[in-house]
C-alpha cells in the first residue's frame, strides 16, 4: 500500500508564500498522475494542482498563476509552492496518487491565511 505524507503547512499572512511537501513510498513514475486536492470549510474536496508521469501539468483556475508544482524524481516528491496567498486558499491541502481508476491520500496539512 502506498503512503503518502505531506509537510509544509501553516499559517501564513495574505500575499505570503508556502511549500508543501509529499513524500511517496514508490516510485512516482508508478503512477499516472500525482498531485494536491483541498477542501475549505464546508465545501467539497477540489483539484489544486497536478503533474502526470510525462510532465503535463493542470491548475485550478483560482491558482494557476499563483501557484506550482514540481517533483523531484530522485526523492519520489511532489512539491505545491503557493504565492500570493489568499484568505480563501485556506484548506486542509491532500496530496494524492492515482493509478488505475484509484486514488491513494495523505493525510492532509492545514493551510491558513487569515482574512
Known amino acids: 500500500q502506498v503512503q503518502l505524507m505531506e509537510s509544509g503547512g501553516g499559517l501564513v499572512q495574505p500575499g505570503g508564500s508556502l511549500r508543501l511537501s509529499c513524500r511517496v513510498s514508490?516510485?512516482?513514475?508508478?503512477?499516472?498522475?500525482v498531485g494536491w486536492y483541498r477542501r475549505a470549510p464546508g465545501e467539497e474536496r477540489g483539484l489544486v494542482a497536478s503533474?502526470?508521469?510525462?510532465?503535463?501539468?493542470r491548475f485550478a483556475d483560482s491558482v494557476k498563476d499563483r501557484f506550482t508544482i514540481s517533483r523531484d524524481n530522485a526523492k519520489n516528491t511532489v512539491y505545491l509552492q503557493m504565492n500570493s496567498l489568499k484568505p480563501e486558499d485556506t484548506a486542509v491541502y491532500y496530496c494524492?496518487?492515482?493509478?488505475?481508476?484509484?486514488?491513494?491520500w495523505g493525510q492532509g496539512t492545514q493551510v491558513t491565511v487569515p482574512s
Open positions: 494524492y496518487s492515482y493509478l488505475l481508476s484509484r486514488y491513494t
Open positions: 514508490e516510485n512516482i513514475f508508478n503512477f499516472n498522475s
Open positions: 503533474i502526470n508521469v510525462g510532465g503535463n501539468r
